[in-house]
């Protein structure tokens, strides 16, 4: 359990977020499994009907958690694979210019997004008949999607390995993605794919608008500060026992040394990522960047 305890605290928004992803995942999926063995197959589809976003608004209204709930519930493993391993590669990309709240941000609200764009398509386009009872929405698609196009569009000119051999401007990398929901909208699950484009018009939007210094996805932290309200305050394990007066020549040499120790640490993120600090060199990052910023 230590170790557990361990690597949450040592991870990253984007880690955090497949952790959760993948404990939904088992913790639903393992009772269905015995659902389906005892013959409860009803029972099984009773329960995703508390946890999938309905398509109906009536449905909608007396299950609201299902707007959050749908983003952590996966239809299968490869489902789960592949969101996951996008989520991973993206929260790493995302990590590169903005910090964890920021991430979280960006995640939720563009999951938001891709929900209520499902809504709107299911209840008004014809090609779904005019049925939305019978459709659902599940998945982190439209979250992930968001962050990724979030990061593409404010950083547009910046250049990645695409699938590791193909170099490309991330402008580029977000018009690819974006096609291929488009083009999928006509091989089947129009609500999925509608609801990915949801997420990446939001995702637009708030790279315009970050641009111009105006976070849209900002009114979400006030979400973050309640569930950390009841987490203990980390104390610093720099203790100051004695300040000296340095003269102008001591100070100097002490900027100096920081900023080679500052220096040190990002080319190792510049190397293998932020993920290869140790525990250490993450708590002297964040003192020497607060001695840096007053």
Not at 42 to 65: C, E, K, Q, R
Not at 261 to 267: A, K, M, Q, S, T
Request: one cysteine or more.
């Amino acid at each position: 359990m230590s170790q557990l305890q361990y690597l949450w605290k040592t991870s990253n928004a984007g880690s955090r977020l497949i952790i959760v992803n993948v404990a939904a995942f088992i913790l639903i999926n393992v009772p269905l499994a015995i659902l389906h063995l005892v013959g409860l197959d009803a029972s099984a589809a009773s329960i995703m009907t508390w946890l999938v976003l309905p398509g109906d608004f009536y449905t909608l209204i007396t299950h609201p958690w299902t707007i959050i709930t749908h983003m952590f519930i996966h239809s299968g493993i490869f489902h789960l694979l592949f969101n996951m391993l996008s989520l991973f590669f993206i929260s790493q990309l995302f990590s590169r210019y903005f910090d964890d709240r920021r991430m979280l941000n960006v995640y939720f609200v563009s999951g938001f997004a891709g929900a209520i764009v499902f809504l709107l398509s299911v209840n008004i386009l014809p090609v779904f008949s005019g049925a939305p009872e019978f459709y659902s929405a599940s998945g982190a698609s439209a979250a992930v999607m968001g962050t990724l196009i979030a990061v593409c569009t404010y950083r547009a000119q910046d250049e990645v390995f695409l699938f590791g051999a193909l170099k490309l401007q991330l402008r580029w990398v977000a018009v690819i993605f974006v096609l291929l929901d488009l083009i999928g909208i006509n091989s089947g699950n129009e609500g999925g794919h509608l609801a990915h484009l949801g997420g990446a018009l939001f995702g637009f939007l708030w790279g315009m608008n970050l641009k111009s210094g105006n976070d849209i996805a900002a009114f979400f932290s006030p979400v973050q500060d309640f569930f950390k309200f009841r987490m203990p305050k980390k104390k610093s394990p720099l203790h100051v026992a004695h300040k000296a007066k340095f003269g102008n020549e001591d100070r100097n040499q002490s900027k100096k040394v920081r900023q080679a120790r500052v220096d040190e640490i990002l080319d190792k993120i510049s190397r293998s990522g932020y993920d290869s600090l140790s525990k250490e060199e993450k708590t002297l990052l964040f003192e020497l960047s607060k001695d840096s910023d007053s």
